[in-house]
Every structure is written in C-alpha cells, then in structure tokens.
T-cell receptor, first 111, second 115 residues
Framework: KNQVEQSPQSLIILEGKNCTLQCNYTVSPFSNLRWYKQDTGRGPVSLTIMTFSENTKSNGRYTATLDADTKQSSLHITASQLSDSASYICVVSRNDYKLSFGAGTTVTVRA | DTGVSQNPRHKITKRGQNVTFRCDPISEHNRLYWYRQTLGQGPEFLTYFQNEAQLEKSRLLSDRFSAERPKGSFSTLEIQRTEQGDSAMYLC?????????????FGPGTRLTVL
C-alpha cells in the first residue's frame, strides 16, 4: 500500500482560479515533505521543501502547508495560469536519500 | 546546460533485447539515483550511488537490471532480456549530500517501450 496518498487524482480549473491539492502520508520516520511539479514527459521539479516544524512555505503562487500531527499537507495554487497544467507530486523523505512518492494530482488549466 | 541529462530520451525495443541508458548528473553532485515511473504513478526508487559505490538496491531491481557508476560521475542502467512489463519512464536524479537538504534534481527521463 502506498504510504503517500494524494487527492484528487485529477482536476480541471479555469485560468485565474485557485485550487488546493491534498496529501496524506503514513511514512515513518519523517524527515521532510516536498511538493514537485512534473510536466508531461519531463522529470519532476521541486516546488517546496518543509520539515516537521514548518507549517507553511510559499514559492511564488504556490503555497504548501504541513500538519505533522495529522500527517497531512496541501498545495494551494493561486491565480492559476495555463503553464500550471502539470502533475503535482507529494513526496515524503524518510532520511537523506529515500523518498516516498505519491501518485500525483493532474491539474489541467483551461482558458 | 548544467542540469541532469539522460540519454536516450526514448527507446523502443523488442522483448528479449538488452538496453542501456545513461545519466549525467550535475557535475559536483556526489549522489546519483535511479527511479522507475509508470503511467499515472509517482516514481519508484530503484537504486542509488554515493560516488562510485552502489549503496542500496530496491527489490524492484531484478537480476536483469544492473547499474554502474564506474568513476563516480555518469551512470548507466542496463536491462537485460527486456519484458513488456519493463515499459516505463526511467528517471535519474542527483544530489549533493553535505548534511543539508540533499535536494534531488531530476533529469528528463528515458521512456522505454518494450514491444
């Protein structure tokens, strides 16, 4: 069973709108949580990295939150753009090399 | 371009053939990772190197798979006697393990199709 679960599996939003992606994890031990953006046919690119002591971190229009007690994270995309169309992957790190990946949420932004 | 590069980007082969992929990491990075990603799933860890030493291999890495990093720089991943189930995107990543975030930077991947 995957230890990192993401929802929804996919979503479609209109350009300029906001959306929030969810991530629940059971990975233990926990070192840090990352959100990656993966364009079709490309490798993942890191958006944010958070340790258990951080509640929120922003990178431009992307804001990630973390609740280490409930083992939940979210990624909020503000004022979406067409270029935001991609898969967003939640990744939990157990140590300094082993990453556990979620299946991703596919976001489609339409004009 | 100073990012992680992978070659080839696409490979189509017939079942039973051998294939080899190459990964060139970011030059100062001492760690190199291989992942496999199937459609609609996140990447799965296969193996990783610190310099030239292969430190861990996933049980996903069957006897038909072998990875090398002979001089601690580029790495190759070979799949022998390919099967249709080997069809996937093979991703390489590299990082600088120096006690910090050890952030992994990914290459564009090699998409393998086994007919």
């Amino acid at each position: 069973k995957n230890q990192v679960e993401q929802s929804p599996q996919s979503l479609i939003i209109l350009e300029g709108k906001n959306c929030t992606l969810q991530c629940n994890y059971t990975v233990s031990p926990f070192s840090n949580l990352r959100w990656y953006k993966q364009d079709t046919g490309r490798g993942p690119v890191s958006l944010t990295i958070m340790t258990f002591s951080e509640n929120t971190k922003s990178n431009g229009r992307y804001t990630a939150t973390l609740d280490a007690d409930t083992k939940q994270s979210s990624l909020h995309i503000t004022a979406s753009q067409l270029s935001d169309s991609a898969s967003y992957i939640c990744v939990v790190s157990r140590n300094d090399y082993k990453l556990s990946f979620g299946a991703g949420t596919t976001v489609t932004v339409r004009a | 371009d100073t990012g992680v590069s992978q070659n080839p980007r696409h490979k189509i082969t017939k079942r039973g053939q051998n294939v080899t992929f190459r990964c060139d990491p970011i030059s100062e990075h001492n760690r190199l990772y291989w992942y496999r990603q199937t459609l609609g799933q996140g990447p799965e860890f296969l193996t990783y190197f610190q310099n030239e030493a292969q430190l861990e291999k996933s049980r996903l890495l069957s006897d038909r798979f072998s990875a090398e990093r002979p001089k601690g720089s580029f790495s190759t991943l070979e799949i022998q006697r390919t099967e249709q189930g080997d069809s996937a995107m093979y991703l390489c990543a590299s990082s600088l393990a120096n006690g910090g975030w050890n952030e992994q930077f990914f290459g564009p991947g090699t998409r393998l199709t086994v007919l």
